[in-house]
């Protein structure tokens, strides 16, 4: 980022204010395309070049979240945002079973799996309550010798994951080019690049096979749009697991599931946010 160039801070108040939602904006926002994300509740503050700045475009994004109290633009230095972020990372610990964590933590205790990332402005870094979920189902299941899929991948954690656990191959999609890129480094970082194929598409490149295991963590409308696309990938004693949604948000998307032929298997919720695992009906 070139310091002297001129930017937009966007500060968007969040009324309720959690880093979830804040991370959830920051991959819709990357599209416009915001480059730069500091959260400061109630704030989340998103930074993008002057002669890029559309109010239209940001009005018609955040019109769709009912948490976004209002926002305020000013033209502010440009600075290395990123890198403020990328420092601030800390390690996390699913149930003692899997460590995720940066080149730059330090005195992090080893777990059965051990998770390198590259933290950069891409949605999943472990830190909210969903990517948790879906680690914490990810491990009570049969991986070892499946086909799994990872729409929404960000950072690739779940994927990266996966392999470890013995997955045969992972095919990891995400819409964002920034993060289909650091999900193409993580994977080759962690040593699982062979069996861990990365893309940058929609859930439409997910059909070109079908999988035993697929996993998308993003949020409600896109699950919603998407289910029909997971329901006819998803092999016949295959698991699907969702999250990205709040617990309001779960009767919706299990009514979905059903009329495609799955049956809710199990679930977790975690400070409000859900993670849903379907089956193929008839195992039910």
Same mark, same amino acid.
């Given at each position: 980022?070139?310091?002297?160039?001129?930017?937009?801070?966007?500060?968007?108040?969040?009324?309720?204010?959690?880093? +979830?939602?804040?991370?959830?904006?920051?991959? +819709?926002?990357?599209?416009?395309?915001?480059?730069?994300?500091?959260?400061?509740?109630?704030?989340?503050?998103?930074?993008?070049?002057?002669?890029?700045?559309?109010?239209?475009?940001?009005?018609?994004?955040?019109?769709?979240?009912?948490? /976004?109290?209002?926002?305020?633009?000013?033209?502010?230095?440009?600075?290395?945002?990123?890198?403020?972020?990328?420092?601030?990372?800390?390690?996390?610990? /699913?149930? !003692?079973?899997?460590?995720?964590?940066?080149?730059?933590?330090?005195?992090?205790?080893?777990?059965?799996?051990?998770?390198?990332?590259?933290?950069?402005?891409?949605?999943?870094?472990?830190?909210?309550?969903?990517?948790?979920?879906?680690?914490?189902?990810?491990?009570?299941?049969?991986?070892?010798?499946?086909?799994?899929?990872?729409? !929404?991948?960000?950072?690739?954690?779940?994927?990266?994951?996966?392999?470890?656990?013995?997955?045969?191959? /992972?095919?990891?999609?995400?819409?964002?080019?920034?993060?289909?890129?650091?999900?193409?480094?993580? *994977?080759?970082?962690?040593?699982?690049?062979?069996?861990? +194929?990365?893309? *940058? !598409?929609?859930?439409?490149?997910?059909?070109?096979?079908?999988?035993?295991?697929?996993?998308?963590?993003?949020?409600?409308?896109?699950?919603? +749009?998407?289910?029909?696309?997971?329901?006819?990938?998803?092999?016949?004693?295959?698991?699907?697991?969702?999250?990205?949604?709040?617990?309001?948000?779960?009767?919706?998307?299990?009514?979905?599931?059903?009329?495609?032929?799955?049956?809710?298997?199990?679930?977790?919720?975690?400070?409000?946010?859900? *993670?849903?695992?379907?089956?193929?009906?008839?195992?039910?």
């Amino acid at each position: 980022m070139i310091d002297t160039e001129k930017y937009i801070e966007v500060s968007i108040r969040l009324n309720p204010f959690s880093e +979830e939602m804040a991370e959830v904006l920051m991959a +819709e926002l990357s599209d416009l395309p915001y480059d730069s994300f500091i959260t400061e509740e109630p704030f989340l503050k998103c930074y993008i070049p002057r002669e890029q700045y559309r109010p239209s475009d940001l009005k018609v994004v955040l019109s769709g979240y009912d948490c /976004v109290a209002g926002f305020n633009a000013v033209m502010v230095e440009g600075q290395n945002w990123n890198r403020n972020w990328e420092l601030s990372f800390q390690p996390i610990v /699913v149930d !003692g079973i899997v460590t995720v964590k940066a080149p730059f933590n330090t005195d992090v205790p080893r777990t059965r799996y051990n998770i390198w990332i590259d933290p950069q402005m891409a949605f999943g870094t472990g830190y909210h309550h969903t990517t948790y979920m879906m680690m914490q189902r990810l491990l009570a299941l049969p991986v070892r010798g499946s086909y799994v899929c990872d729409m !929404g991948c960000g950072t690739a954690i779940l994927a990266i994951l996966a392999a470890k656990m013995g997955a045969r191959k /992972v095919f990891a999609v995400d819409i964002d080019a920034v993060a289909a890129r650091s999900a193409w480094g993580n *994977c080759r970082w962690n040593k699982v690049g062979t069996r861990v +194929e990365t893309a *940058c !598409g929609d859930a439409s490149l997910m059909q070109m096979s079908t999988y035993d295991v697929i996993l998308a963590n993003i949020h409600r409308n896109i699950i919603l +749009e998407d289910l029909p696309t997971y329901a006819r990938s998803l092999k016949r004693h295959g698991t699907l697991l969702v999250s990205g949604f709040y617990d309001a948000d779960v009767p919706a998307i299990t009514a979905a599931a059903q009329a495609l032929g799955l049956t809710l298997s199990g679930s977790s919720s975690r400070e409000g946010w859900s *993670c849903l695992e379907f089956v193929p009906s008839f195992r039910a």
